[in-house]
């Protein structure tokens, strides 16, 4: 990974972070107002996991090519045009009435996400230097977390007051948000570059490859089967709310956003633990322990009588959330060579985006079979069996890894590039602190 070679741009890593916080803040505003419109005129489940899937699917189908185009395309020009053009897409959504045109708008609302998400993950770590890349990463990272816990709250409130144009209107303004970056941030990457990351030398296409490393392969694994089981929830818990629990659109948007909170605390709480960790296998078995912990927090949450009860339980499920995923990017950056990040982390946003989607096409289709409490039993038992079932592949996984380090693995395997020996603890100690104070994207 290029850092600043000069002194770190901290005006840009602000601007960045604000973009980030209020982009994030409006992608959710405008997904949560949508689900509670079609909840609120009757809609079923399998309208709502459609929403869903078409606000997934470009951030799968997409990532190799959008990673690309971070890389070769200035990062000026794509935040400026995906900028303006996700604003006239959500301004659109707020006058669109067709069901079929609402759902192929957010796609293309998704598709512009897509762009940005890589291009503002790429620039900060040429706006500063590597040793200020943890406080730098740690505050946009966070600013994207309170953005996405703000934007469910901020819909219920807007959409319970004013209806569904109002929150949508609010949200193409947010995306100027991102014009404004593009043209203030003096860091620049990609195409022509300037400052920092002028002159530099191309950086050789990677060999890396998921499939030869199999500790990596059993967290991908594991983690996109566990959120098949029960990603379902995400399009059962408005029904849930809103019909089984009778609650309002306000406190649905309150609710929904404690476990986003529980991200946030979780990626601190966890970013200190991790850096404990050297194990791999060890972080590989905590991160399926605190899966366990959000399967329980789901099935937990089908007893409660009331919405309110929801928040401490979700709360803790988020907590879980948020340090499975500081501990998934800190295997992963430890593992792969830098100049492979990039596609290693693509790859596994695609899976876990994937395996989202198939749980929302299951929860729509099961909201036409069953009711919302018993559906949230059974996503919370598959997950938990799911995690059982795991175990054993993942203690085959730590053993088999422990005994290729027992026997001195030589340097230059995938996941382990040469390093001089004097410097061995030093690098891995930077990529630690790096990674384990970075939050993760919820």
């Known amino acids: 990974m290029s850092f600043a070679s000069g002194p770190s741009r901290w005006s840009?890593?602000?601007?960045?972070?604000?973009?980030?916080g209020v982009s994030s803040c409006g992608d959710f505003l405008a997904a949560s107002a949508l689900t509670l419109a079609l909840q609120s005129a009757g809609a079923g489940g399998l309208a709502v996991s459609g929403l869903m899937l078409a606000a997934t699917l470009p951030l799968v189908v997409l990532a190799p090519l959008t990673g690309r185009l971070a890389d070769r395309v200035d990062s000026r020009l794509l935040l400026v045009i995906a900028g303006f053009a996700q604003a006239g897409i959500c301004l659109a959504l707020a006058y669109a009435g067709h069901p079929a045109l609402v759902m192929v708008l957010v796609a293309l609302l998704a598709a512009g996400l897509a762009v940005t998400q890589p291009v503002l993950s790429a620039l900060v770590p040429v706006m500063v230097r590597a040793a200020d890349l943890p406080r730098a990463g740690?505050?946009?990272?966070?600013?994207?977390?309170?953005?996405?816990?703000?934007?469910?709250?901020?819909?219920?409130?807007?959409?319970?007051?004013?209806?569904?144009?109002?929150?949508?209107?609010?949200?193409?303004a947010s995306y100027l948000a991102l014009v404004a970056a593009g043209l203030l941030i003096r860091t620049r990457r990609g195409g022509r570059r300037s400052g920092p990351a002028a002159g530099r030398a191309a950086?050789?296409?990677?060999?890396?490859?998921?499939?030869?490393?199999?500790?990596l392969v059993v967290m991908v694994g594991s983690l996109a089967a566990v959120i098949g089981a029960v990603g379902a929830v995400n399009v059962i818990e408005v029904f849930f709310i809103r019909e089984t629990l009778h609650s309002s659109t306000t406190v649905y948007g309150l609710v929904t956003g404690s476990w986003t909170l529980g991200i946030v605390i979780g990626g601190w709480i966890f970013a200190r633990v991790a850096r404990r960790l050297a194990d791999d296998g060890a972080l590989l078995g905590a991160g399926l322990a605190l899966l366990g912990g959000c399967c329980l927090a789901v099935l937990a949450s089908a007893a409660v009588p009331a919405a309110w009860l929801l928040v401490p339980i979700w709360l803790a499920g988020g907590v879980s959330n948020g340090g499975d995923n500081v501990f998934n990017n800190l295997l992963l950056a430890r593992r792969v060579p830098d100049a492979a990040r990039g596609r290693a982390f693509a790859v596994f946003g695609a899976a876990v985006q994937g395996a989202g989607m198939a749980g929302y096409l299951a929860g729509g289709l099961l909201l036409e079979l069953a009711e919302p409490r018993p559906l949230l039993v059974g996503c919370g038992v598959a997950g938990v069996l799911v995690v059982v079932a795991l175990a054993l592949p993942v203690r085959r996984a730590v053993r088999a890894e422990r005994a290729a380090a027992a026997t001195s693995v030589p340097a230059g395997t995938p996941g382990r590039p040469e390093v001089a020996a004097s410097d061995r603890d030093r690098v891995a100690a930077e990529r630690d602190a790096e990674l384990a104070t970075q939050l993760p994207t919820p």
Do not use: S, Y
């Open 12 to 20: 840009d890593v602000w601007l960045a972070t604000a973009a980030r």
């Open 138 to 172: 740690a505050l946009v990272q966070t600013a994207g977390t309170l953005g996405a816990l703000a934007g469910p709250a901020l819909a219920g409130l807007l959409v319970g007051g004013f209806g569904t144009r109002v929150p949508l209107l609010v949200d193409a």
């Open 203 to 215: 950086t050789p296409p990677p060999t890396w490859r998921l499939r030869r490393d199999p500790l």
